[in-house]
């Protein structure tokens, strides 16, 4: 299948993501020193607190345009089977709308727009985050469900002839799984810092929550989509 212009857009907005990967983990390593050094040094802790927002704005800046990758991923591969093209329709409808209103919400941070939309577009993008967020946890669920059935299959087949070709199918299997197990690591972690928004509580919106979730989220997100 060729590229088309929005193929070869996504792609190029892309090779962004490891950048994103590093500023966010500024932005959490940041948020978790502010915590722990402001009853003892408040100099220190301010700092940190700036290079936490600048890391926090940069990342915003760096996804501009992201909302055409769940546009791309329904229009050229929503899944194998009906639920699954369901679970997608869903999933990326909900990170369309999450990247999207982010636009908005650095527009308004910034001062470009009325920093009184701040809150507004920071509530309608998590909403969106976190109903897409589920969507693929739901998704990566049942995939790894049928990589398990797939694997007892293959492990029950006694056919010496085909011995290297079942190592070689195992062997995709179990790093499919662990790429997906990332994947759903991340999603549940971002998950904790969407709720954060939408609806503020004591667990969610702890500095330790959101500063443990980010980093999952950053690291486990770098490690799926490292150069294999």
């Not at 909900?94 to 920071?122: C, Q």
């Not at 990566?140 to 049928?146: S, T």
């Amino acid at each position: 299948m060729n590229n088309d212009t929005v193929d070869k857009l996504v792609i190029f907005l892309a090779k962004r993501d490891g950048i994103d990967k590093l500023v966010k983990t500024f932005q959490y390593v940041s948020k978790l020193v502010h915590w722990h050094v402001e009853p003892k040094n408040p100099e220190i802790a301010q700092r940190a607190k700036q290079w936490e927002v600048a890391s926090g704005l940069s990342r915003k800046a760096f996804r501009t345009g992201r909302f055409l990758t769940g546009f791309n991923a329904l229009r050229r591969s929503p899944g194998s089977t009906p639920t699954l093209r369901f679970l997608a329709v869903l999933a990326n409808a909900g990170e369309m709308v999450y990247f999207f209103f982010d636009h908005f919400l650095w527009l308004s941070r910034i001062g470009t727009l009325n920093p009184n939309l701040a809150r507004k577009m920071s509530f309608i993008s998590a909403f969106g985050e976190s109903f897409g967020y589920i969507f693929f946890i739901i998704s990566d669920f049942i995939a790894l469900k049928e990589g398990l059935e797939a694997e007892r299959k293959l492990g029950a087949l006694e056919d010496n002839k085909s011995r290297d070709k079942k190592i070689e199918s195992l062997r995709k299997i179990r790093s499919d799984r662990v790429m997906r197990l990332m994947a759903v690591a991340a999603n549940v972690a971002d998950l904790f810092i969407a709720v954060a928004d939408i609806e503020p509580n004591p667990f969610c919106n702890h500095t330790v929550t959101l500063g443990i979730s980010g980093l999952v989220s950053a690291w486990a997100g770098w490690y799926r989509n490292w150069p294999s």
